[in-house]
């Protein structure tokens, strides 16, 4: 569950970036995020990542009132989200399942744990025959697979997806946003940043429009704006 309550930003050299937004996106939804270049939704993602804090107003993320989290509780809030890049940011000499993997190294699983789990999500997202495959060897829709992986592997509760399909073709763009579609099904939820409009008119998910750091419109899934 994410809100966002009275919720203002305001940067140090005076720009402000988001002003009064009031959201709540419910466990297991699946929402979009869209807006214009400078809308607000790099800074909205921070808020829910705790790299950046509201100048006023109050988020709650995964259960996490961010206002009063502590540092050492700041691992156990990003163990419960996954994160997907557009520039996929893979680790160039490590292999698909040690990118994978890595992501469970840093948490402390155990080697047992990681040699179940990674071949698991592989198998996920039709990479399972790709583990032993560097990034340059791979497309760039495999890329954004290997990170979507990466993203899934500790199980987290949520997923934020930023621009997962602007470094890709367009059947490759399908082929994430309907792996991400059936992630959110298995009970994850899943949030998109896009400026891609043909995938949200094409998934009429819930979408959450920001113009000018303010909710411009909160469309329903298949619904009317609010």
Sequence with gaps: ??????????YDNGKKALD???IRIEKGEFVF??????????????LIMHEES????EVIVNDFRLSKLRRRQEPMLRRTMGIVFQDFRLI???NVFDNVAFAMRVVGAKNREIHKRVPYVLQLVGL???MKSYPKELSG??????????ALVNNPSLIIADEPTGN????MSMEIMQLLVEINRLGTTVLVVTHAQALVDAFQKRTIQIKDGRVESDTPEGGVPA
Aim: proline content about 4%; overall charge positive; cysteine-free.
């Design 1 to 10: 569950m994410i809100e966002f309550n009275g919720v203002h930003k305001v």
């Design 20 to 22: 009064d937004v009031n």
């Design 33 to 46: 995020i869209v807006g214009k270049s400078g809308a607000g939704k790099s800074t909205f993602l921070k």
């Design 54 to 57: 509201p100048t006023v107003g």
């Design 92 to 94: 160039q000499t490590m």
């Design 128 to 130: 399972q025959d790709k």
């Design 141 to 150: 829709g495999e890329q954004q697979r290997v990170s979507l992986a990466r």
């Design 168 to 171: 890709i073709d367009p059947t």
